[in-house]
């Protein structure tokens, strides 16, 4: 599959499953037929190595195909973008099984690395990990997990065993005995993504089902996670704004006000606010692009691109989507615009850690020339 087939494949899928069903998706249900269409497709193992049955592409690619997803659907965009970065590290540190079934599109995976204790701060998990014969049982209460009760396993963050370190990473399959699900997702946004607590207790795992060395955990999260989840989830923020536009502008190109013979977009000040939110959808896209380049390239300002680009696509996010809503109206404030979605959407983004406020304090170390972590 070339480049151009994966995104041809993808939009095809959208079209025919992941679009006519984002209104229903919207009222909390999972977006499991598009997940699995996707992985039929072969796009869930995107990521995934040729030697075991992925297709080898690498983020860009990715990135194409969540932001397309993310436009259509975002609570499917942001189901995809998590399985991708818990993908990611399965496919350096995980079993060649299970690499093989993420591949074949069999298996839905996600990140569960935020806790009650150390809330956005995922890098300081306080959940623990013990020896138990020649097993591992881990105890925790996750505060959020897209997919949870969904996914068939769960990147899965403790205290390290032995070692010294801040974290170590496992993989958890998701009908682990020991496993709950305290809480059903009812959020403002990203309805449908099931992003809900996990408890574990006295759950056991086989040693081998640890992702890295003991005490490697953090190494993790900056080499591999945090590049992933910055990138994809901008995408998917990406897609929602740039639907919201494309909705927007449609709405105001074809709403009249009778009286005076004229549509909204007659007038200029909707018609400045539709270029604004044009131009901040536009140069996000454009950092997008930059970030992608700066990765693939190695440059030196590639770790400084991955923090600024989410935080970037937040920020835009939050302000196009509410422009949205003032210039469509009391229209947008009911649902048949199809905006008032993409608003509640994008407001996740600020949140999802690293939150955008956690951004701006690294961001600014590095700027600084400061330690960033
Ligand atoms: C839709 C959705 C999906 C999610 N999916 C996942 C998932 O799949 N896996 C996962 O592990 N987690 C997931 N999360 C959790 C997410 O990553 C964050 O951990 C969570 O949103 C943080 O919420 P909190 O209430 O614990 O924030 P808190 O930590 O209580 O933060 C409250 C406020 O304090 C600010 N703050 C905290 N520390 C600092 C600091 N040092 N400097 C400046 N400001 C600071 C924050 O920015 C925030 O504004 C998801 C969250 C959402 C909303």
Known sequence: MTDSQHLQ???SIIAEIIEPSAIEVDRGIYPRAGMEALGRAGLLGLLSAREVGGLGLGLRAAAEVVEQVGAACGSTGMVLCMHYCGAAVIEQHGARAVREDIARGAHITTLALSEVGSRSHFWAPGSTATPAGDRVRLDADKSWSTSAGQADSYVWSSQPLAASGLSTLWLVPGRAEGLSFPAAFDGLGLRGNSSA?????????PADARLGPDGGGFDIMIGNV?????????????G???AAVDKAAAHVARTRLSHLDQTLASLPTIRAYIARMR???????ALLLDTLSAVEAGRPDATLRVLEIKAAAAEAGVEVTELAMRVCGGAAYRKEVGIERHFRDANAATVMSPTTDLLYDFIGKAVCGLPVF
Do not use: E, N
Request: a positive charge; hydrophobic letters at 55%.
């Open 279 to 285: 131009i901040k959808t536009d140069m996000v896209r």
């Open 226 to 238: 945090l590049p992933h989840f910055q990138i994809l989830s901008a995408a998917c923020y990406i």
């Open 197 to 205: 607590p996990i408890r574990a207790a006295g759950l056991l795992v």
């Open 240 to 242: 929602i704004l740039g």
């Open 9 to 11: 494949t993808a939009r």
